[in-house]
């Protein structure tokens, strides 16, 4: 289920980070942030949200976090909230589970057993991923059950000499086409580091390259499947240049055309629905590398951003 916020929540976020910047008493001067990347408008106001707060932070020091909590309402709506960590997994703010502050949550798993605090860790010292994404299964607050949530993280030394982040998340979140990009170019480097031993944790349900319908997969020159995008194990070898959409086309063979001059290519394709049974656009990520002389294929697939939703 995904959700575009209307003119008046829009709005009312734009209303609450400038709220959050005055209510804090912390001077705020305005630091261009790339949004460009994103194809969503909910996606680009998160992470101006996140970034903000970061920046409050960074310039005043952990003392701001004082201010944080007796504003509390001020940094959180039913959309996302924001959270600060220490590099350690203790808590120091948290607008969503006031409960939380003051625990040490390094240890804490989703349903699927992804580490949660070590994965945004992970993510904060990936040059591939500037704004920190982590992907993982969590639970709206008053809630009982649980929502896929993506969230992004800004790294904060301060004067204290105190080493934080600082977070916001968003349930439910739109697929953007980044966020493979970041999964396949983070995959394409751990290959290039350990060769084949790397294929192992690309397979790793617990690691950042799956996440919701998301996995990367890997394949060879003839379409020979080195990790499939939908089984661990198959009796039946799937051979990703004969695989066809809905339409009938290949976008893998029509991938690799692309690829013969380029190191890498966006493809777009069409799928069923499973909810709506209607056909629907996906888009594909390949790069192509060498692993021990040989030439092989990296990618993965998410939902082709729809126009109407952009900004």
């Known amino acids: 289920m995904y959700y575009h916020l209307s003119k008046t929540r829009n709005f009312a976020l734009l209303f609450l980070i400038i709220l959050m910047l005055t209510a804090t008493s912390c001077d705020y001067s305005q630091t261009d942030i790339d949004l460009s990347r994103y194809e969503?408008?909910?996606?680009?106001?998160?992470?101006?949200?996140?970034?903000?707060?970061?920046?409050?932070?960074?310039?005043?020091?952990?003392t701001c976090i004082d201010s944080f909590k007796k504003n509390r309402d001020n940094f959180g709506n039913n959309d996302f909230y924001l959270y600060i960590y220490k590099f350690d997994g203790e808590n120091l703010f948290h607008a969503g589970i006031k409960e939380f502050e003051?625990?040490?949550?390094?240890?804490?798993?989703?349903?699927?057993?992804?580490?949660?605090?070590?994965?945004?860790?992970?993510?904060?010292?990936?040059?591939?991923?500037?704004?920190?994404?982590?992907?993982y299964n969590w639970w709206k607050p008053k809630r009982f059950y649980?929502?896929?949530?993506?969230?992004?993280?800004?790294?904060?030394?301060?004067?204290?000499?105190?080493?934080?982040?600082?977070?916001?998340?968003?349930?439910?979140?739109?697929?953007?086409?980044?966020?493979?990009?970041?999964?396949?170019?983070?995959?394409?480097?751990?290959?290039?580091?350990?060769?084949?031993?790397?294929?192992?944790?690309?397979?790793?349900?617990?690691?950042q390259f799956i996440y919701r319908e998301v996995r990367v997969f890997v394949f060879d020159d003839e379409g020979k499947t080195l990790i499939s995008p939908v089984l661990?194990?198959?009796?039946?070898?799937?051979?990703?240049?004969e695989s066809k959409d809905a339409a009938g086309h290949?976008?893998?063979?029509?991938?690799?055309?692309?690829?013969?001059?380029?190191?890498?290519?966006?493809?777009?394709?069409?799928?069923k629905s499973r909810s709506r049974r209607i056909l629907l656009k996906k888009i594909l990520y390949l790069r192509k590398i060498k692993l021990n002389d040989e030439i092989i294929y990296v990618g993965a697939v998410t939902d082709m951003p729809e126009p109407a939703w952009t900004n």
């Open 250 to 271: 290949k976008p893998f063979e029509r991938a690799l055309t692309s690829l013969k001059d380029r190191g890498s290519t966006w493809e777009v394709f069409l799928a």
């Open 102 to 135: 003051g625990q040490n949550l390094a240890d804490v798993l989703d349903l699927d057993g992804k580490a949660i605090h070590k994965s945004v860790i992970t993510a904060l010292e990936n040059k591939k991923n500037p704004h920190a994404w982590v992907h």
């Open 40 to 62: 969503f408008r909910d996606t680009k106001k998160l992470v101006k949200f996140a970034y903000h707060a970061a920046e409050i932070i960074r310039k005043k020091g952990i």
């Open 232 to 241: 661990n194990y198959s009796p039946v070898e799937i051979n990703f240049l």
């Open 146 to 207: 649980p929502v896929p949530k993506s969230s992004c993280h800004f790294k904060v030394i301060t004067d204290e000499g105190g080493k934080l982040y600082v977070g916001a998340g968003m349930d439910f979140p739109h697929e953007e086409k980044e966020f493979i990009r970041i999964i396949v170019d983070t995959a394409v480097d751990l290959i290039q580091k350990k060769g084949k031993e790397a294929l192992e944790k690309l397979k790793d349900p617990t690691s």
